[in-house]
């Protein structure tokens, strides 16, 4: 019997303990917002950094499309080029 009210003595002061905690940090991250926003400092969640990762993933394969798409129009104006040369060329 004893041992269960000190149990529940202990469990009663760590609910406080993480109330208190949870209000105190509350309140340091709201009063921070204020000087973050002033100094441009910038912190991220993980949602944010899910969201940043999928942006890079995102211009990474844009990079990849210009790249492609550029070295194709490159062999296709060589191959629109080269019959005319050919044609220049030739004497006639």
């Known amino acids: 019997m004893e041992a269960?009210?000190?149990?529940?003595?202990?469990t009663d002061f760590?609910?406080?303990?993480?109330?208190e905690f949870?209000?105190?940090?509350?309140?340091?991250t709201n009063g921070c917002?204020?000087?973050r926003?002033?100094?441009g400092l910038?912190?991220?969640s993980d949602k944010d950094d899910l969201a940043e990762k999928k942006l890079d993933d995102l211009q990474t394969a844009l990079s990849k499309a210009q790249a492609e798409r550029i070295a194709a129009?490159?062999?296709?104006e060589m191959a629109v080029k080269s019959p005319l040369e050919i044609v220049a060329?030739?004497?006639g």
Do not use: H
Request: aromatic content about 6%.
């Open 89 to 91: 060329r030739s004497p």
């Open 73 to 76: 129009q490159s062999r296709y």
């Open 22 to 28: 949870k209000v105190n940090s509350s309140r340091l």
């Open 4 to 10: 269960r009210c000190r149990f529940r003595a202990q």
């Open 14 to 19: 760590l609910g406080r303990q993480l109330e």
């Open 37 to 39: 926003l002033q100094s």
């Open 33 to 35: 917002r204020p000087m």
């Open 42 to 44: 910038v912190m991220t």
